[in-house]
């Protein structure tokens, strides 16, 4: 082969090789083996040549041409893989990367304990069911024997929106509806809910706040099943080791009436800051209903018998999660929600 040749043959096999691209590599072909292509120059001498040369140097001309055609193939299979593995590394999914949280929501912790305390009564055999937030005298004082000389009934304590219209102050009067309601027992509700009342707001004070009502009415129901439910209840919420502890007290449509305290969750009945040194931490007031009551709701008094009980959701919740301050249940901070 003529030095022409090999020379050629080294510039092409270099731009071979350093064609980056298929579009490259396509030039190259054409620059070296295209019609008017370096290769094609040569063919055109072979005419002229005398023919005691022609013959080998066409041999040699061709087979030039089939080792170009041979590198420009591989280099062209070469460049393919490349790109393929160019490819396949920036699609590839990394698993070993560290996931990320979506931002999610959470139950208010009065909603958790809301809902805690209702499942307790539920298991236990108890609807639940609710009343309205607006309620008239009759169903908020005067059909729990809350009398119009009463104190609690002073305007002070109470939102009225009109005459004879007022923000519940409790959830009691839930207690007349379900039993005009039902007519006849068995009752055995749970009526959770909103109540509102004219305090002035402070650590323990809260204009808005939550309570939960219960009333089993029936025949020859005893103070024996209102310690019995309360107890249970207590167990419940506050752990197994609590104890109850049953006081009288006075409530007007209870009679006998009484204030149910736990043993301290905190010391556990020695006396802490807590319980204030007691060892005993008030929960909830209850009682049997006052005969007057169940007659104000159509009920037989002579025939039938039942027991109240009005817990603080609040109360149950901040005692639940060492909260103290009521304000922080509903100021809505992020901060403070975010912890539950
Ligand atoms: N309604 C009472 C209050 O708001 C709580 C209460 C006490 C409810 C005794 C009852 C009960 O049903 O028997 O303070």
């Not at 370096?38 to 005691?52: D, F, N």
């Not at 066409?58 to 790109?83: D, P, Q, S, V």
């Not at 055999?125 to 000389?149: Q, R």
């Not at 209850?286 to 709701?297: F, I, T, Y």
Request: one cysteine or more; aromatic letters at 8%; charged letters at 30%.
């Amino acid at each position: 082969m003529n030095e022409e040749l090999e020379k050629l043959e080294a510039n092409a096999v270099a731009a071979i090789q350093a064609a980056d691209s298929n579009s490259e590599l396509q030039d190259v072909k054409v620059r070296f083996l295209g019609k008017k292509g370096e290769i094609g120059k040569q063919m055109a001498t072979l005419k002229e040549m005398p023919h005691s040369q022609r013959k080998a140097f066409g041999k040699a001309l061709n087979e030039l041409k089939g080792r170009l055609i041979n590198a420009t193939e591989e280099k062209k299979k070469e460049l393919e893989e490349k790109a393929l593995k160019k490819k396949i590394s920036a699609e590839s999914l990394d698993i070993t990367l560290p996931g990320f949280r979506f931002p999610t929501g959470r139950l208010h912790p009065l909603t958790r304990v809301w809902h805690e305390i209702t499942d307790v009564f539920i298991a236990m055999g108890f609807d639940v069911v609710e009343g309205p937030e607006i309620e008239t005298e009759w169903y908020n004082f005067e059909a729990l024997n809350l009398h119009s000389e009463h104190p609690a009934r002073d305007e002070q304590d109470s939102f009225y929106l009109g005459e004879n219209r007022l923000l519940r102050t409790q959830t009691s009067p839930v207690q007349i509806r379900v039993m005009e309601k039902m007519g006849a027992p068995p009752v055995q509700i749970v009526a959770p809910g909103r109540v509102f009342r004219r305090d002035a707001t402070d650590a323990s004070h809260s204009p808005v706040f939550h309570q939960i009502e219960g009333l089993v009415v029936d025949k020859d129901i005893t103070m024996g099943h209102l310690k019995a439910t309360l107890e249970a209840f207590n167990k419940e919420i506050f752990g197994k080791d609590i104890l109850s502890r049953f006081r009288p007290d006075y409530f007007p449509f209870t009679e006998p009436s009484c204030e149910v305290a736990i043993s301290c969750i905190i010391c556990g009945g020695e006396g802490c800051g807590l319980c204030k040194r007691t060892g005993w931490i008030e929960i909830l007031g209850a009682g049997m209903v006052h005969p007057q009551v169940l007659k104000n709701a159509g009920f037989d008094p002579k025939k039938y018998s039942g027991f109240a009980f009005g817990i603080g959701i609040d109360r149950v919740a901040m005692l639940k999660y060492s909260i103290d301050d009521i304000r922080l249940l509903y100021e809505n901070d992020m901060r403070f929600l975010k912890q539950f």
